[in-house]
């Protein structure tokens, strides 16, 4: 198994890392990310970058232990995974435009819709 997934997860340690290590990051994401703009900046670096769902944990873990809202980490672990680039490009090429736009939109109105339940539990 990690040889299947080892490279992700140290890149997701990494990135951890570098969140939790550095004072100014951490004091921008509390102070950014903590309220409503954490979960559209979730949402928004979840579809752009590819993040595949087993650096996303430890990633996220560190965004959350830093002050982002745990609502807005759970959009990240849902939308990051599900939008990667293969996935959109297959759903374009089959689909068409339209299609992908229905795809994405619904994506992300589900992910802030179920990040935000999320936060009042």
Do not use: D
């Amino acid at each position: 198994m990690p040889q299947e997934i080892g490279k992700e997860v140290i890149i997701g340690l990494v990135l951890a890392a570098l969140i939790v290590s550095f004072a100014p990051i951490e004091q921008i994401i509390a102070v950014y990310l903590s309220g409503v703009l954490g979960y559209f900046f979730a949402l928004v670096f979840g579809i752009l970058m590819y993040i595949c769902s087993t650096a996303t944990v430890p990633l996220v873990h560190a965004l959350i232990t830093s002050g982002m809202n745990t609502g807005a980490g759970m959009v990240l672990l849902l939308v990051g995974p599900v939008t990667s680039v293969g996935a959109l490009l297959v759903v374009k090429k089959e689909f068409g435009n339209k299609i992908l736009f229905v795809y994405l939109t619904t994506i992300a109105v589900l992910g802030l819709l179920l990040g935000y339940l999320f936060s009042l539990i």
